[in-house]
């Protein structure tokens, strides 16, 4: 049915196959040639609103370049090495000159392209990237906690470990029968009925909410969290006061009122001395301005994830992507053409 639909119901036949629409571009270093395998390139879709990301697709990855007004790809290239995405856009260099904002996430490699492919671009970083940074940085405060319980269980399996095999040294010198013991790891109950590592395990979802969305199961797990774990819950009061700064609310604010509140956030995160935090902080302050940017009209890469998402959704529909041409023909057809 596949080769039905592509050999006889689709353009794709007609139209010579995918490899008439390839823009692969080829490098010449020396003797040596490279060519960049550029399935989509279509320069009437850039704007002056632009996004960057990268994605997985079958072993390969590749760089997605898509238009924030439209959500039509411009450039897919099987690329994520700076110099080869450079030849790449060179191609498209006039169209790249109308690009006035640009959104990225925090990779070297996007930060390095914006800045000599798209000079007169404003960088953004990208929202989401600084939420999900943020909130593994608060999972990984609980998870660093879990696995001190971890520890302690293992420690203790392995003192039992050792008490047998002395009691069977010593029933070996006596003459005794040796009777094999089962380990038995006796926890302690807290007041809302679980273990540590029960709550330490089931807490994690109530950790991503505000506290007003917490359910009422939620509340008390989140109480006998708290009391047990204080640390937990500074890194929580900082994650949702992070959060609080960059929501919409704060877009077109005045840059100086922004800074005092970060600034604010930043002290009170040294205070903490919370290293899962004291880390993220650093990732802030190292791309501060970029992030800062999202508050003059509250861009995000919302249109490049969401391209990537159904991208995803069109290989998971279609059992993978072996068939490559065919595959890159079909989002070529969806998600960059101007027709569509």
């Known amino acids: 049915m596949h080769r039905w639909y592509r050999d006889v119901l689709s353009d794709y036949a007609k139209d010579g196959g995918a490899s008439v629409h390839r823009h692969d571009v080829k490098i010449q270093n020396g003797k040596k040639e490279t060519v960049i395998e550029v399935p989509i390139m279509r320069k009437e879709n850039f704007g002056s609103a632009m996004a960057i990301d990268e994605k997985h697709i ?39 000159e109308v690009v006035k904002s640009i959104t990225r996430d925090f990779s070297s490699l996007f930060e390095k392209v914006c ?13 989401f990237h600084v939420v999900h940074h943020l909130m593994e940085a608060h999972q990984s405060v609980r998870i660093r906690y879990r ?8 420690k203790a399996h392995q003192e039992f470990k050792k008490s047998e095999q002395l ?15 089962k380990f038995h790891y006796q926890e302690e109950r807290l007041e809302n009925g679980e273990t540590p590592l029960e709550i330490l395990a ?52 005045q840059y100086l009122e922004i800074d005092k509140q970060l600034h604010q956030w930043y002290e009170n995160v040294e205070n903490t001395d919370i290293d899962e935090l004291l880390n993220f902080k650093h990732l802030v302050e190292t791309h501060e301005e970029i992030i800062c940017n999202y508050f003059i009209k509250g861009e995000t890469n919302a249109i490049a994830e969401a391209i990537n998402n159904k991208i995803q959704k069109f290989i998971s529909s279609n059992q993978g992507a072996r068939d490559r041409d065919f595959f890159f023909f079909r989002i070529a057809n969806y998600y960059s053409s101007t027709s569509k």
């Open 58 to 96: 079958g072993e390969d990855f590749y760089t997605v370049v898509s238009n924030r007004d439209t959500g039509k790809i411009a450039v897919l290239c099987k690329s994520v090495v700076f110099s080869e995405i450079k030849h790449v856009l060179q191609q498209c260099q006039a169209q790249a």
């Open 115 to 127: 800045a000599e492919l798209f000079p007169g671009a404003i960088q953004t970083g990208d929202k």
């Open 147 to 154: 696995q001190k319980e971890l520890d302690k269980q293992r």
């Open 167 to 181: 009691r069977l040294a010593e029933c070996e010198r006596t003459g005794e029968r040796f009777k094999p013991g």
């Open 202 to 253: 089931r807490s994690r979802y109530l950790l991503f909410k505000y506290a007003d969305q917490w359910t009422r199961s939620q509340q008390k797990r989140a109480t006998t969290l708290f009391n047990h774990y204080p640390e937990i819950q500074q890194a929580y009061a900082l994650s949702c006061q992070f959060r609080d700064w960059l929501s919409k609310k704060n877009i077109g604010k």
